[in-house]
C-alpha cells in the first residue's frame, strides 16, 4: 500500500530566507507526485506536479521540488519565501491503485 | 473557466441532526471526488465518481455517510446522523482525463 510522510508539522522561517518542505512516499510501483498549497478557509491549489521526465520540476509562486527516486523523496523548495507564503502545504501520490494519498501536512509560518 | 463550487461554505448542527452538502464541478470533468479534512490531517477520499457511476468508496462510513451523482454532473453527500467526529472540511474536487483533482473552497461542518 503507498503511503506519504511529512516529516514536519510546522516549519517556521524568516522571510525572504530560503526553506525546504520534506515529503517521504512509500509504494511498491511507479507514481505520480504532487504538491498542494491550502490558505486559510480555502480548498487545496495544485502548486506542481511529477508525472515523468526531469527530476526537477518548478510549479507556481517560485516553488520547485525534486523527485528523488532512491529516497523515495519529493522535497519542495523556494529560494526566498515571502509573507504570501503561510499556508498549510500537502504533499500527495497517485499510484495505479488510482486513488490520491495525501500527507498530513506541513504548516509554513513566515516571521517578517 | 469556472472552478468547482460548493454550498454552503458553512454549517453548524446538532449531533443527530441531518445535514447534505451540495457540489458543482468544472464543466466537462468526468471524475468527482469528496474528501473530508479533519483539522491537523491531510484530505482523505471518501468517494470518487466516474460520470455517474462509484469508482471508490470504500473509506465512506455507508452507515451514515450517502453520496449521489445524478446525471454525471452535480453531486450531493449527506450525513445521517450526525456525530461529532464528523466535525471537518469536506471538500469536492474534479478532473478530467489529468490525474490530479481540482478543488473546491470546501464546506466546514461543526457538529457540537
Known amino acids: 500500500a503507498q503511503s506519504v510522510t511529512q516529516l514536519d508539522s510546522q516549519v517556521p522561517v524568516f522571510e525572504e530566507a530560503p526553506v525546504e518542505l520534506r515529503c517521504n512516499y512509500s509504494?511498491?510501483?511507479?507514481?505520480?507526485l504532487f504538491w498542494y498549497v491550502q490558505y486559510p478557509n480555502q480548498g487545496l491549489q495544485l502548486l506542481l506536479k511529477?508525472?515523468?521526465?526531469?527530476?526537477l520540476v518548478k510549479g507556481i509562486n517560485g516553488f520547485e521540488a525534486e523527485f528523488n527516486k532512491s529516497q523515495t523523496s519529493f522535497h519542495l523548495r523556494k529560494p526566498s519565501v515571502h509573507i504570501s507564503d503561510t499556508a498549510e502545504y500537502f504533499c500527495a501520490v497517485y499510484s495505479s491503485a488510482s486513488k490520491i494519498i495525501f500527507g498530513s501536512g506541513t504548516r509554513l509560518s513566515i516571521r517578517p | 473557466e469556472a472552478g468547482v463550487a460548493q454550498s454552503p461554505r458553512y454549517k453548524i448542527i446538532e449531533k443527530r441532526q441531518s445535514v447534505a452538502f451540495w457540489c458543482n464541478p468544472i464543466?466537462?470533468?468526468?471524475?468527482l471526488y469528496w474528501y473530508q479534512q479533519i483539522l491537523g490531517q491531510g484530505p482523505k477520499l471518501l468517494i470518487q465518481f466516474q460520470n455517474n457511476g462509484v469508482v471508490d468508496d470504500s473509506q465512506l462510513p455507508k452507515d451514515r455517510f450517502s453520496a449521489e451523482r445524478l446525471k454525471g454532473v452535480d453531486s450531493t453527500l449527506k450525513i445521517q446522523p450526525a456525530k461529532l467526529e464528523d466535525s471537518a472540511v469536506y471538500l469536492c474536487?474534479?478532473?478530467?482525463?489529468?490525474?490530479?483533482?481540482?478543488f473546491g473552497p470546501g464546506t466546514r461542518l461543526t457538529v457540537l
Open positions: 509504494s511498491s510501483v511507479s507514481v505520480y
Open positions: 511529477y508525472l515523468s521526465g526531469s527530476t
Open positions: 464543466s466537462g470533468h468526468a471524475t
Open positions: 474536487a474534479s478532473s478530467r482525463g489529468q490525474v490530479e483533482p481540482f
